[in-house]
């Protein structure tokens, strides 16, 4: 015996954040008849692909009343992973060949994906029920199950104050900086820099630089700083203690084991 199925109630849901994760979430909710308004902080949709040269007051990101910046785009920045594994299974992410401003390269850069994302917004109709450049202040559980959303716009007057059945929270996790639990790291006198307001290698240029980790981002910023600095060096913990290297194509750049301490004289042991 099949059991019938009932019909979804259409609930009133709000989505915090215009990027990939919210505009998807957003399409998704509404082919299944919820009224949905998204809110973005910034002026345009794309969350992190939208990339910007300013860096935030801090640029270690330590401290709690900086000035902050969303995007950690570098200008150089590409995809590490091709355009047909960037892309929603429904709206593939393909190449426009005809459009001379559009990056026809299977790993594009940044500027690509922000337009694809917009295509996306543009093609299922979310840019319509955006509410930019409007910060979500406050979300409280209420009676009855439901959600407070507490919000308020660039040139508001006050927070507005609204009710939604559910909340989906889609503002990404890169804004954040996570900085290396090294002794000494707080107190070293050498300038110290996260990458997420790392834009180009411009100000490095002449210097001797350490790149505290070996992921994907330490790799391309360490290639681009190799072209302008006097010396790269890569502090990674999947290298083995004590373990030195010159990075093969490189005559000023070495990988190392992860930084023990740093001293008051910058060196790092």
């Not at 200008?75 to 559009?102: H, I, W």
């Not at 509410?131 to 007057?157: I, L």
Request: hydrophobic share 35%.
């Amino acid at each position: 015996m099949q059991l019938a199925l009932n019909p979804l109630a259409s609930r009133q849901v709000a989505v915090i954040g215009a990027g990939a994760g919210g505009l998807v979430a957003a399409r998704e909710l509404r082919r299944e008849g919820h009224k949905v308004v998204v809110f973005e902080r910034g002026d345009q949709v794309g969350g992190t692909w939208v990339y910007t040269p300013k860096v935030e007051s801090d640029l270690l990101g330590l401290h709690p009343d900086r000035t902050t910046v969303h995007s950690s785009m570098y200008q150089s920045l590409r995809t590490n992973l091709p355009r047909e594994s960037m892309g929603f299974r429904d709206f593939p992410f393909v190449a426009k060949e005809e459009d001379e401003e559009r990056d026809p390269r299977r790993f594009p850069g940044h500027t690509e994906v922000l337009r694809y994302l917009k295509d996306f917004a543009s093609e299922f109709g979310i840019s319509e029920i955006v509410r930019f450049e409007t910060e979500v202040m406050v979300v409280d559980s209420v009676e009855g199950g439901k959600w407070k959303v507490k919000s308020k716009s660039k040139g508001g007057d006050g927070v507005d104050d609204e009710i939604y059945d559910a909340v989906v929270v889609c503002n990404g996790h890169y804004t954040e900086p996570r900085i290396a639990e090294i002794p000494g790291i707080i107190s070293w006198k050498g300038k110290q820099f996260h990458s997420h307001n790392y834009r180009n290698p411009e100000p490095f240029r002449d210097q001797v630089v350490i790149l505290i980790g070996g992921a994907a981002s330490s790799a391309d910023i360490s290639r681009e700083l190799a072209g302008v600095a006097k010396e790269v060096h890569i502090a990674s913990r999947s290298v083995a203690d004590e373990a030195f290297g010159k990075q093969p194509g490189y005559d000023n750049m070495w990988l190392h084991s992860m930084v023990k301490e740093l001293t008051h004289d910058q060196k790092c042991p």
